[in-house]
């Protein structure tokens, strides 16, 4: 590995985007639009575009193809783009991923397979050949709680050997096992929360970014919590992770996305819609987020 010293490709907030849909569940290319702009007016550090936020289970995949190039085009150089690539075929996962490298995407996002349920061997030979497919730097998302299947710390580290993996998505919220690949990894694999509630505790402990639902309605205070962990200003942690405590939780009152999609378009920022088997969310927990969103003062 080289001996230079290396700079994270992101620090800080990350959105992981909805996307953006009418009452019958057509995409609003319009409002994907304005949201990237409202994004970056508020500080976000980068975009995840057609993740599990961004309801990738049920987008095809010419939509999901378009969704990438546009957000790229869109941006244009303003925050690193980074495209949803998983699947849980390998050759639909190397087709997105080669499709994101030409779009000109920053790092394509690849979810560990659901459903397969994989071997830790084939877990390596999943990702190695997504890897080997296209220049395009590979982040693993690893999200035990949507696939069933967790990557070990072992294949992990056994993949960040590997130079086009540039680093892992830890949405699996348990501290324990990210300081333990923090504490082994090397300085070229980055490591990015994926987990709300334990971010800036992550962040403080050597991650470098989080990959975040709530920043989706609370951009600017996501952004300033994650920078004051980043730079280990535990006070201010304290009281911005304080301030959006209520929020990460109402925000997975129900399966993700409804809440939050329900929350953007609470805010102005959408209109409301989501496709079959994603239904609109029940009246008593509208009620749940709303008082979480007041609590963070976003509402």
Known sequence: MSNEVYTPVIKGSIPALVTPMDNAGNIDYEAYKKLIDWHIEQGSDGLVVVGTSGESPTIDFDEHEKLIAL??????GRVPVIAGTGANATKEAVRLHKHAAKAGATAGLSVVPYYNKPTQAGLYEHFKTIAESSDLPVILYNVPGRTVVSLTNETI????????????????GDLAKGAELLAYKSDEFEVYSGDDPTAAALILLGATANISVTANVAPALMHALCMAAYEGD???VRTLNARLCDLNKALFVEANPIPVKW???????TQLGYRLPLVGMREENKNVVRAAMRVAGIL
């Open 71 to 76: 957000a790229v085009e869109y941006v244009d």
């Open 157 to 172: 580290l056994k993949l960040a050997e590997l130079p086009n993996v540039l680093g892992i998505k830890d949405a699996t």
């Open 234 to 236: 535990v006070a201010t």
């Open 263 to 269: 929350a953007v378009a609470e805010l102005g920022l």
